[in-house]
């Protein structure tokens, strides 16, 4: 099995003032891979999508976008999300830009 780039798009995480996430945020590098996590079970929005940087979370992929690419996720694509640009500092509270990937999967047939 293999991947294809479906769709690349850029979009700003949300959540990112909650618990240590701005502790966190800190940590962080332009290009950077982050660790996404489907949420099914959570309490706010059955669709949402957390993401890590190791152990540490971030924040989520706004609402408004996380509908349909969790669709796309629960059926087997891949997405994968890099930080773009870390926003905010000098006394404001820092944002986080991201560009997220979606794979869609192909499978390679053997032939006779």
Do not use: H, W
């Amino acid at each position: 099995m293999s991947k294809k780039l479906g769709f690349s798009f850029y979009t700003k995480l949300t959540g990112v003032t909650y618990n240590n996430r701005q502790r966190n945020i800190t940590l962080l590098k332009n290009g950077k891979k982050l660790k996404v996590v489907r949420e099914v079970n959570n309490e706010y929005d059955k669709n949402a999508i957390e993401l890590f940087d190791g152990d540490n979370s971030i924040g989520y992929i706004p609402a408004e976008t996380v509908r349909k690419l969790s669709a796309k996720y629960d059926v087997g694509s891949e997405i994968e999300v890099f930080v773009e640009k870390i926003t905010g500092g000098n006394g404001n509270f820092y944002g986080v830009n991201v560009r997220i990937d979606v794979y869609n999967k192909t499978y390679n047939q053997c032939l006779p």
